[in-house]
């Protein structure tokens, strides 16, 4: 694969740029800021701007390994999760914000449990490392508690609605579709703290790896016009419905149904995205997140060295827009 992208890197330092024999592939996944693309796709967006790509369906995990495999040129996750893939060998390039979420990640209680402080003392099921791990532990600061005040046991997102069934924890924390899932398996549990509570500390992005961008600038920039020409068709009132049904459709999902995980993900426009590639400590940027999440991926083992965050965004290509 090395060899091969070296090969491509020379080729076009001596051509001066010429279009790429493979078409730069992406790994997508199930979240409304990701689905998302399938309305370019549909349309028939990147073949119109002259540009070669192809989009691969994955579950999350396994995109991010198919990614660090050398198998993808980009994927999309969060921008907690390409620090991950970057310390265990797959640095990347973030060149799009897609959205943060806004309500999809959730702390799910049992019925009787309202609010953080009714877990005191009690299990919560999650994924240990994974972010709504973070998210609880964010929620338990706001209100003054720790994660000791709690007893974490690990369960693998896609079981967290079986196990806040089973009784056997009093909350669980997931993401869309596994979040509504457990409201749904257990009636009257619902959400006691959600990322709509925390805006920006799950920022989910286009990662690049540096290899690709490098070779291929131009055919990123017009990727990058395409998906601002998505999120112009998904907020305008005339053709929001067509692109909440196109997306709909490949998850298998009706529109009714699908609109409300869209309503739980801030799909961001160009200019809040441009605000949010702007350096600052906070969570209104990615650049502030992205310590936040690395000092608890640290702390929680899930790589040994802090990462050198900054690296991994890469706006230039955002702020030319």
């Not at 060899?3 to 790994?27: D, N, R, S």
């Not at 016009?225 to 709909?248: E, G, L, Q, S």
């Amino acid at each position: 694969m090395m060899k091969k992208t070296l090969m491509g890197l020379l080729a076009a330092a001596l051509c001066g740029g010429v279009a790429q024999a493979e078409p730069l592939k992406i790994g997508y996944s199930d979240w409304p800021g990701w689905v998302a693309w399938e309305v370019a796709i549909q349309k028939g967006w990147f073949k119109e701007a002259g540009v070669d790509v192809q989009f691969e369906w994955f579950e999350y995990v396994p995109s991010m390994e198919a990614f660090a495999a050398g198998k993808l040129d980009a994927v999309c996750m969060t921008n907690g999760d390409a620090l991950v893939t970057g310390a265990t060998g797959a640095p990347s390039r973030t060149i799009l914000i897609n959205d943060f979420s806004n309500g999809n990640d959730m702390i799910v209680g049992q019925p009787g449990i309202e609010k953080l402080q009714d877990l005191k003392g009690k299990k919560v099921g999650v994924e240990v490392g994974f972010v709504d791990h973070l998210l609880l532990l964010k929620g338990l600061q706001a209100v003054g508690m720790k994660e000791s005040d709690v007893e974490l046991v690990n369960v693998p997102t896609g079981e967290t609605p079986k196990a806040l069934a089973s009784g056997d924890v009093a909350a669980i924390g997931a993401w869309q579709p596994n979040s509504g899932q457990a409201i749904k398996a257990v009636p009257g549990a619902k959400p006691i703290y959600t990322s709509k509570d925390v805006p920006g500390l799950i920022y989910d992005v286009l990662a690049v790896s540096p290899a690709s961008l490098s070779a291929h600038p131009e055919e990123w920039k017009k990727i990058a016009k395409v998906w601002y020409k998505v999120v112009d068709y998904f907020y305008d009132p005339a053709t929001h419905d067509d692109a909440v049904k196109i997306m709909a459709s490949r998850v298998n999902l009706s529109p009714e149904e699908y609109a409300k995980f869209v309503s739980g993900t801030k799909i961001l426009k160009l200019d809040e995205a441009k605000k949010a590639f702007k350096k600052g400590e906070g969570l209104d940027s990615v650049y502030g997140s992205n310590v936040v999440v690395d000092e608890f991926n640290v702390s929680n083992k899930v790589y040994d060295k802090p990462q050198p965050t900054a690296d991994y965004i890469a706006p230039a290509i955002t702020d030319s827009l």
